[in-house]
């Protein structure tokens, strides 16, 4: 197999003077196919470890595969938990899983073409190999969006992480800030509307006179309903349908900075919020998943777990004080009750573990997740137009990473010196 | 730190109990929450406590006993070996050693067909690279004849390892001198040497000796890991007696019959420092090192245990007296010692070597007793398994890729042959066709931790921008942050390099980094430029 591969791309190699583009992009699979034939040079090391940078990002991406799954079928499951029907979690399975694949493939697909495009083009024009950053970032986006997000913003928010988030900076390895929150924020400050209130959260809904109804289904609900109707199973229809009576569409977090965690349970049972079934991010509900693959991370040492523990710590102990405090309904939330709700345990396993834009010292970790996890719930607790602090808490942290790493280093720069001026005073 | 680590434990303890207790009074359906915490914080108090009881009345039974017994807390940490018999013990939980195939069979032959020997200029970090050669092709020279000398320090005399015939000053690029080839005889001449007494000379009379009978180029000096400066005066001389490197050579067994020698080279040592000789002595081994380190006087020893750079001598300093930025010390290899001493014990130049061959492309690994700056094409004669190979005279992890018609290195007693990787590997980051050495638990090598495996030169992969962090951290048990350093040196940050302690590393310290870096940076090229840069202004 390996030779014909090997043969098979020698024989499609683009020019790399004339179309510098091409083979970048050709580089680009080809060493994705096949490993290079180098070898280590002269002095230095000459056996190196079998780890990579294309192994690391994958492991990641292996890690969120679960998210990935309970976060599409989630997707057809509110919709139709908004409109009454199939209310049982795996009544009408394939409808809600073909729901939840049209409403999510495009996001991935856009997310992962416009990004991977840029840094394609910014790979050609600097002349370097295609790092593998992205594949990661690319594979973010899509789990931290509404399930409703307009195609064409969702460009937008790509190109603008991408380029003035990463490529402004110089590439991945140097980014300041996170770039898959980076595309978050963008949305979150230029279309709030598309990425905050209660309306978002289930898709295939809009507002007809004030009143929810489900939208029209287009082509692609038609396509799953002729391939169900061959065996005989349930079909989408038209659409059209009202809401059921008492549906708002807001999440946990919403209810909870205005009634407390009273009006949560209302709502939703914790058993609900702890699986996942509830209105929310895509990949931010399916919490169990969400802890696995976290686990798996830290096991195979690829995520801090320094970062994850002190976050959790962070945010036990924030939580905590504002239990105490219960001045607001939202500051009564008890503590341990926040990480099944939001995208917490999401950015703790996927987010703040950046290793790019995280603190870079073992020590500076322990600050930073502690940090994070404290103005997150700060966050949360406090902002009335917006309760899930994770993006900004995290985006505010990457800024002051370098600085706590600042810090960490200089206290081992004047520990040497301290040791030195010593060694000469005796 | 240990302590307020504890103390926060504590913190965090009655934190738990508040809530729970908390959340009892506030919803009335947590009351299952506090009975279970308190009863936990419960057992953990009194388990501490027995503990600690536990430890005071061992510590109690010892000094009433008058033995020196560890606590129960350095028991728990780490077994230490019954033959350390008390002396200072230093544990680094940092490194990895990397298990390859291609061990050297524990006997050493004589390699009697191995008759051409060279010293290599390029060898000695700091000199000029066209030294004022003495001989010319054709003439004869004696074991301890001078064979060059460098212009800027012409105290300093390189000498020729064996007797027999000069057959080429082999030059290289830009007129330098690449090797002075000798031609060996079939017994050794030696030239005899005038060694003063030791015991009674000044220091400048032992060291213009050293110069110019050809031992001064064993000493190399930390900071940058040069030739020593006469002018110096070493805060300290280091000496390793083992090497935790892969497949790196048995040092009790070159030490061998020739502990006399080498404990008469740690006692000329001693009159050129105005500190001590240490010793780092190995006890990770279920058997005690030769008495020739154990026993051995005028030096002081510590035992080391721990994985791959412990062995390293630069690791070894930093936590028995860590250079600071004005400090100088001096390293010596444990064979160099041997020749340093024969040298007064046995009145000449004594470069007779044990060197390791080894790695898996050899059909024999074996020891083999040669000289100084041996041939490798005469070493590795119908030995090598196949063509294509890489042929390395040190350890896999910094040592030098040499061609087979060139010769050993001056400082090395190993050579390494592995397999070149120049293949493609299809998928070969997500599936590997086979198992190689790696530290990333992503692969299933850590079911299997005492595999040996097959490596080969391939990368694994290019190069790319640092993104994976803590990694460098893992694998050099220093008190430093390598990656910080390296990202200082690449921006040419003066100060943070200095005050990162780049002036405690030298390449083979953060060799094991660069071999587990993700991105496959050069970090042993990078400390490199740092050091020469620091060396410049300093």
Redesign the interface.
């Known amino acids: 197999?390996?030779d014909q591969?090997?043969k098979f791309f020698k024989k499609i190699e683009p020019d790399k003077k004339k179309s510098p583009f091409l083979h970048t992009l050709y580089d680009g699979f080809f060493?994705f196919?096949?490993?290079?034939?180098?070898?280590?040079?002269?002095?230095?090391?000459?056996?190196?470890?079998?780890?990579?940078?294309?192994?690391?990002m994958?492991?990641v991406v292996v890690a969120m595969l679960g998210s990935f799954v309970i976060g599409t079928y989630n997707i057809g499951h509110q919709h139709f938990l908004a409109l009454g029907q199939y209310t049982g979690l795996m009544d009408g399975w394939y409808l809600k899983l073909a729901h939840g694949v049209i409403k999510f493939l495009p996001l991935y697909v856009v997310a992962m073409v416009v990004g991977l495009g840029i840094e394609f083009w910014y790979a050609s024009k600097k002349g370097h190999?295609i790092?593998?950053?992205f594949l990661v970032s690319g594979a973010l986006i899509p789990l931290i969006m509404p399930p409703d997000i307009p195609l064409w913003i969702l460009a937008f928010s790509v190109i603008f992480a991408v380029i003035i988030g990463k490529e402004a900076f110089g590439?991945?390895?140097?980014n300041i800030l996170n770039v898959a929150l980076l595309s978050r924020a963008f949305i979150f400050f230029a279309y709030p509307t598309f990425i905050s209130g209660d309306e978002v959260w289930v898709s295939g809904l809009e507002k007809i006179d004030g009143v929810y109804q489900s939208v029209q289904y287009g082509w692609a609900h038609h396509m799953f309903d002729a391939i169900f109707g061959w065996f005989g199973g349930d079909k989408f229809g038209a659409g059209g349908m009202a809401v059921v009576d008492g549906f708002s569409g807001a999440t946990p977090l919403s209810l909870a900075a205005k009634g407390g965690?009273e009006a949560v349970t209302q709502v939703y049972s914790t058993s609900d919020m702890l699986w996942g079934l509830i209105p929310g991010s895509i990949g931010e509900t399916a919490k169990p998943f969400i802890i696995l693959g976290g686990l798996f991370l830290i096991?195979?040492?690829?995520a801090?777990w320094r970062i994850m523990l002190s976050m959790a710590?962070g945010v036990?102990?924030t939580g905590?004080l504002f239990?105490?405090w219960g001045a607001t309904p939202s500051m009564?939330v008890?503590?341990y009750d926040h990480f099944i709700m939001g995208g917490l345990l999401f950015a703790m396993a996927y987010m703040a573990t950046d290793?790019?834009t995280?603190a870079?010292?073992?020590v500076g970790?322990l600050w930073y997740g502690f940090l994070i996890g404290f103005f997150g719930i700060v966050i949360r607790v406090f902002n009335p137009a917006y309760p899930e602090g994770w993006m900004l808490a995290i985006l505010l942290m990457n800024v002051f990473a370098p600085l706590i790493?600042h810090f960490?280093?200089q206290s081992?720069?004047n520990?040497?010196?301290k040791?030195?001026s010593k060694?000469?005073a005796a | 730190m240990r302590n307020s680590i504890f103390r926060l434990t504590w913190v965090?303890a009655f934190?738990l109990v508040?809530?729970g207790t908390?959340?009892q009074s506030?919803?009335g359906n947590?009351g299952s929450f506090t009975l279970p915490s308190l009863l936990i914080i419960v057992a953990i108090a009194v388990l501490v406590y027995l503990y600690q009881k536990s430890d005071n009345v061992l510590a109690l039974e010892t000094r009433e006993g008058g033995k020196k017994s560890p606590r129960t807390r350095s028991l728990a940490r780490s077994k230490v070996p019954s033959y350390v018999n008390g002396g200072p013990v230093k544990l680094l939980k940092k490194g990895y050693d990397?298990l390859?195939e291609g061990e050297p069979s524990k006997e050493v032959q004589v390699a009697t067909d191995v008759r051409t020997f060279a010293v290599q200029p390029g060898n000695f970090p700091g000199l000029s690279p066209i030294p004022k050669v003495l001989v010319e092709a054709g003439a004869e020279v004696k074991a301890g004849d001078p064979l060059f000398f460098d212009k800027n320090r012409p105290e300093v005399q390189y000498v020729a390892p064996v007797s027999g015939e000069v057959v080429a000053v082999n030059r290289g690029t830009k007129r330098s001198i690449a090797e002075v080839v000798i031609l060996a005889d079939k017994d050794i001449k030696y030239r005899q040497l005038d060694a003063p007494d030791y015991g009674k000379c000044s220091r400048e009379e032992l060291v213009s000796f050293l110069q110019a009978n050809g031992a001064w180029p064993f000493i190399r000096q930390r900071p940058f890991n040069v030739l020593a400066d006469a002018q110096d005066v070493p805060v300290n001389i280091f000496i390793s007696t083992f090497d935790s490197a892969p497949l790196a050579p048995d040092l009790n067994l070159v030490v061998a019959g020739r502990e006399a020698a080498f404990q008469e080279g740690l006692n000329v040592l001693n009159k050129l420092t105005s500190g001590k000789v240490i010793l780092g002595l190995d006890a990770r081994g279920t058997e005690a090192p030769s008495s020739a380190f154990t026993q051995a006087a005028n030096a002081d020893k510590y035992w080391f245990q721990g994985k791959h750079p412990v062995g390293n001598v630069g690791v070894q300093i930093h936590h028995i007296a860590?250079i600071?930025?004005?400090?100088k010390v001096w390293t010596l290899g444990v064979q160099d010692v041997i020749t340093l001493g024969a040298m007064f014990s046995e009145r000449r130049f004594n470069a007779e070597r044990v060197v390791a061959l080894t790695g898996a492309e050899l059909k024999q690994p074996k020891y083999v007793r040669t000289y100084l700056g041996a041939s490798l094409t005469e070493l590795l004669k119908d030995n090598l398994a196949s063509d294509h190979v890489?042929i390395?005279s040190g350890d896999?992890?910094?040592?030098?890729?040499k061609n087979q018609d060139s010769y050993l290195n001056f400082y090395d007693d190993q050579v390494?042959v592995?397999k070149?990787?120049?293949?493609?590997?299809?998928?070969?980051?997500?599936t590997?066709s086979e198992m190689?050495?790696?530290?990333?638990?992503?692969?299933r090598n850590f079911l299997f931790p005492n595999r040996r495996y097959k490596?080969?030169?391939?990368?694994?992969?290019?190069k790319?921008?640092?993104?994976?962090?803590?990694q460098y951290?893992d694998f050099l048990p220093m008190?430093?942050?390598p990656?910080?350093l390296m990202k200082a040196i690449l921006v040419n940050d003066f100060e943070?390099i200095e005050?990162?302690?780049i002036y405690e590393l030298v390449?083979e310290d953060v060799?094991l980094c660069?071999?587990?870096?993700?991105?496959?940076q050069?970090?042993?090229?990078i400390l490199?430029q740092g050091l020469e840069m620091v060396h410049e202004q300093g």
């Open positions: 197999m390996k591969l090997l060493t196919a096949l490993v290079p034939d180098s070898v280590t040079k002269g002095k230095g090391v000459h056996v190196r470890d079998g780890m990579d940078l294309k192994r690391t994958t492991m190999g790092e593998e950053g590439g991945t390895g140097m965690w096991g195979v040492g690829i801090s710590l036990a102990f905590i239990n105490m009564g008890p503590w290793p790019v995280g870079s010292t073992p970790k790493d960490v280093v081992n720069i520990r040497r010196t040791r030195a060694a000469t | 965090a934190l508040a809530t908390w959340a506030s919803d947590n990397i390859l860590p600071n930025n004005s400090d890489r390395i896999v992890l910094s040592g030098d890729q390494t592995i070149e990787g120049d293949y493609f590997e299809a998928f070969g980051w997500l590997p190689r050495p790696t530290v990333s638990r992503t692969f490596a080969d030169t391939n990368t694994h992969g290019e790319r921008a640092f993104v994976v962090t803590g951290e008190d430093i942050y990656q910080h943070k005050g990162l302690g390449e060799a660069e071999f587990a870096c993700t991105s496959k050069p970090l042993q090229k490199r």
